[in-house]
């Protein structure tokens, strides 16, 4: 007997749902990506109970006669694409005609269209089942209805997350497309209460400033390059003083689709390498346009992944248009010669940097030649200098410094001083030239040879990461309450010895993690010490905050904040915690609207109370290059050492190093 068998179309239509249709924004994206296409130029959604009870999109655009809105939910039915040939240069957003299809074969569904002969047509389907087709009453253009989402799959019904969450999802997605096109003007409400509204605007700037006010437009750098042939970049990018600690604020799009791309992502922060530390994000809204033929669309079902033809060309573009943006704004220095151009990222603090190690070999003394190596004590600029991949004129490697990052070891910050008259440094006069005497052939070979070899112990630089293999992160059990604090070291680490070693303290995450555990044991005592503000300080929420506020702005209030929700998405902060600097509260609250994981929003209250504390601790905590008394550091060390987990931050970080003895006498060859 054969086991094989075809499977109906309403459980075929299933199983795609389960690819296309992963919650009500999902849902939300096929329609608003089917309205885009059709072009519509006003564009409304609808929400109740998060978009499993009703999610309704009507748009002004071209409509549909009957046989089209009969024919529109069969499988792989579509006005997109007709033959094979057309998939290698997909211009629409949708194309694949199974959408419509899917949902319909789990939810109710109405749909009402009309073009702009008339008349209008009402097709009604429950569960992949067609119930109706009549005439109806409907201006020019399509209203979708979906009601009771997975209403006949109550195992996949139970997987869908809070009303929050899926409030929070939904708004993003039209916030997203609201971006992608800011001629079309586009409506969300919610549960009866309107959470976004834009009208048609010019440009991305204007839109932009539409849905997240004038502080965040302040913010922005203009981005403009790439390649024609390959990848042109437009958009914004968020100047560094902007930081996020996680990745929603990034808009990325290719061809005006909204995608989530890692390579995309990944060439972003390279294009802020050195001028953001680790585990920070820029702000962005990025435009990738692409010839449609290099670029694949249709790599995943909900069309949310792409693949390019030429990857790495697309990164290299993304991350060099970045560069070039925060260049033109004074962020970072461009340096380029004839034969290798080489872009040097500099903190604004510290234009002191090696550009790149090229020798003014023939114009100046051996000794002026080779390189200066200084120790400093800069407080944030800590990081091992970074070998690029790129080789310098002489074939040696381009060393770049790379400021405002964490220390991660306890060593010493190295400052290369490049030779005069190479970059970043001036040259030298011709009077100075004048008295230079001329070299030998010899001292001329010893430098070219000293320069083209990165091994040459002329121009090799000692490893900054050799005491990595002494200083060691420090256990809750060898920790001893006998802890006797020297002194700093940049004003940013204490300095201690205990019966083991040396030790090293993060000021900031040694605080972080004692205010945690304060603000953790406020839930049993129920008492937050609050200070108020004179005059109440306002901001305006994003659409995707305004969503979540509700649901977080109660555990807030535990912690000694007093908040109000005006007109719209502006809030009024009213009182802070008493630990908080007021100029941090606001950050604070972006920062806590921003990361709290989207999946968290509705989940258990002690995850969303952890990340609460967690960042109101970073916040308030002392920060690096804060001088402190002895008896200041004797206090943090003790308070320390009480707390639930002394070794490491609320984050994860550590928060101790430990030298030890042994090691020590190890590193003076004296065992």
């Not at 296309?20 to 990506?33: F, I, M, T, W, Y």
């Not at 009870?53 to 792989?76: I, P, T």
Request: charged letters at 25%; glycine letters at 6%.
């Amino acid at each position: 007997m054969s086991k094989i068998r075809l499977l109906p179309d309403h459980v075929a239509n299933q199983i795609a749902a389960g690819e296309v249709v992963e919650r009500p924004a999902s849902v939300a994206k096929e329609l608003v990506e089917n309205a885009i296409d059709a072009g519509a130029t006003r564009i409304a959604i609808d929400v109740e109970a998060g978009g499993r009870r009703l999610l309704k999109v009507s748009d002004d655009g071209d409509g549909m006669v009957r046989d089209d809105a009969v024919m529109a939910f069969e499988r792989h039915a579509t006005s997109k694409i007709a033959k094979s040939e057309d998939l290698s240069s997909i211009s629409t957003l949708g194309f694949r005609g199974e959408a419509l299809a899917s949902i319909a074969s789990v939810a109710r569904v109405e749909l009402t269209t009309n073009t702009e002969e008339g008349p209008a047509t009402r097709v009604v389907i429950d569960g992949g089942k067609m119930r109706d087709v009549k005439d109806a009453a409907h201006p020019r253009g399509t209203t979708l209805i979906i009601r009771d989402l997975f209403f006949n799959v109550p195992a996949r019904r139970k997987f869908l997350r809070s009303e929050a969450t899926e409030s929070f999802h939904l708004t993003n997605l039209v916030t997203h497309y609201a971006l992608a096109h800011p001629e079309i003007a586009f409506t969300l409400t919610n549960n009866g209460r309107e959470v976004l509204r834009v009208a048609s605007a010019k440009d991305l700037r204007e839109r932009a400033y539409q849905i997240f006010g004038a502080e965040f437009l302040d913010n922005l750098l203009e981005v403009s390059g790439g390649h024609q042939k390959i990848a042109r970049v437009s958009g914004f990018v968020s100047a560094p003083r902007d930081r996020r600690t996680s990745r929603d604020a990034q808009y990325l799009f290719v061809n005006g689709r909204f995608v989530r791309d890692r390579l995309i992502s990944r060439a972003l922060s390279e294009g802020y390498r050195a001028v953001l530390p680790h585990g920070v994000y820029p702000a962005a809204l990025l435009f990738i346009e692409t010839p449609l033929e290099e670029v694949d669309v249709n790599v995943h079902p909900a069309k949310t992944e792409v693949r390019f033809r030429r990857a790495a060309a697309v990164a290299d573009a993304v991350r060099e248009s970045v560069r070039a943006a925060l260049a033109s704004a004074g962020h970072v220095r461009r340096e380029t010669n004839e034969q290798s151009p080489v872009a040097v990222l500099v903190d604004e603090s510290d234009s002191a940097v090696l550009a790149n190690a090229v020798p003014a070999a023939i114009e100046a003394p051996l000794s002026a030649i080779q390189p200066r190596i200084e120790f400093t004590a800069s407080p944030i600029d800590d990081a091992p200098l970074q070998s690029s991949e790129r080789p310098g004129v002489a074939g040696g490697p381009v060393y770049v410094q790379s400021p405002k990052s964490k220390v991660q070891s306890p060593t010493s910050n190295l400052r290369v001083q490049p030779p005069a008259g190479t970059a970043g440094v001036p040259p030298a006069t011709s009077a100075q030239r004048e008295n230079v005497p001329a070299l030998s052939p010899d001292i001329t070979e010893e430098i070219s040879s000293a320069s083209a070899s990165p091994g040459s112990p002329s121009m090799q630089l000692p490893p900054l990461n050799s005491a990595d293999k002494y200083a060691r992160e420090v256990s809750v059990e060898s920790l001893s309450t006998d802890i006797r604090p020297l002194g700093q070291l940049d004003e940013s680490f204490i300095i201690a010895t205990d019966n083991e070693g040396l030790l090293l303290i993060d000021q900031h995450v040694a605080h972080e993690r004692i205010l945690f555990d304060k603000y953790r044991a406020l839930e049993s005592t129920r008492i937050a010490e609050s200070q108020h503000l004179l005059i109440p300080e306002t901001f305006d929420l994003t659409p995707a905050q305004a969503s979540v506020f509700d649901s977080v702005a109660k555990e807030l209030e535990n912690y000694g904040f007093e908040l109000m929700r005006l007109s719209g998405r502006t809030v009024a902060i009213k009182a802070t915690p008493a630990d908080l600097p007021p100029g941090e509260a606001r950050n604070m609250l972006a920062e806590i609207l921003d990361t709290v994981d989207a999946e968290k929003k509705g989940s258990a209250r002690e995850t969303l109370r952890d990340d609460i504390a967690a960042s109101l601790a970073c916040h308030a905590a002392i920060k690096v290059n804060m001088p402190l008394t002895p008896e200041k550091m004797r206090w943090l060390i003790d308070r320390l050492l009480q707390t639930s987990s002394p070794t490491t931050c609320p984050h994860g970080r550590p928060v101790i190093l430990r030298l030890a003895t042994r090691d020590i006498l190890k590193g003076f060859h004296r065992i």
